[in-house]
């Protein structure tokens, strides 16, 4: 089955440690995303990649880095430059190019936890 | 600047009535994508339908509709005989001429009374 895997569901770490977020596609899409989303809020753009090993900044790009070094992957660190890191983080897959209309697949997400 | 605005926090529908969800983007470029996404407590994102700024109609899909007002830059998703399965976060979302940048509003709540 295709789709959209992100690990871990659940994610503890202490105060001032890197994290890394893993997001898998096979649904052979170029776009991919990722949110973060606060309780009871919105989804906020943090990085975006249109195509393999190029991404740009979101809205809320400072304490996270990516890569996309891999059309299936494309995983987020969240650093320890982020000043408040708790929240649900979402991964999403378009099939992107000129193909306009078509809509993004999410990951079920990740709910990362700094103590 | 904020490109998805959704006014209205929260929202109450007795079962089997119809609701409007309101939507407004703001673009600069003639070609744009809007969508409307559902979260339920789950946390998972469902794609519910998609107006393109070039259709001629408006979209719709089961008793999802979009009230696309273009001039107003409005698109409001309509939900009719509403069910206590839609209670949920709705999200709307826009993407900007052929870029793939993808960016959401601040969501409503949606609740259904029986």
């Known amino acids: 089955d295709g789709g959209i895997t992100q690990s871990p569901k659940y994610l503890f770490r202490k105060e001032g440690q890197n994290v890394t977020l893993s997001c898998e596609q096979n649904l052979n899409h170029d776009a991919m995303y990722w949110y973060r989303q606060d309780p009871g809020q919105g989804l906020r753009l943090i990085y975006y990649s249109q195509i393999v090993n190029d991404f740009q900044k979101g809205d809320i790009a400072e304490g996270y880095s990516v890569s996309r070094e891999k059309k299936e992957s494309f995983p987020l660190t969240v650093t320890s430059a982020q000043k408040n890191p708790t929240a649900f983080y979402l991964c999403a897959s378009r099939l992107g190019g000129v193909v306009l209309h078509t809509e993004a697949f999410f990951g079920q997400g990740t709910r990362l936890t700094v103590v | 600047a904020q490109k998805i605005t959704q006014t209205q926090p929260g929202m109450f529908v007795q079962e089997k009535e119809a609701v409007t969800l309101d939507c407004t983007y703001d673009t600069s470029d003639p070609s744009y994508g809007l969508f409307w996404y559902k979260q339920p407590s789950s946390g998972e994102m469902i794609f519910l339908i998609y107006q393109g700024s070039y259709d001629q109609q408006n979209a719709t899909e089961g008793r999802y509709s979009l009230n696309f007002q273009k001039a107003r830059k409005s698109a409001n998703l309509v939900i009719s005989a509403s069910q206590l399965g839609d209670s949920a976060m709705y999200f709307c979302?826009?993407?900007?001429?052929?870029?793939?940048?993808?960016?959401f509003g601040a969501g409503t709540i949606l609740r259904v009374k029986s």
């Open positions: 979302a826009m993407r900007e001429g052929y870029r793939n940048k993808l960016v």
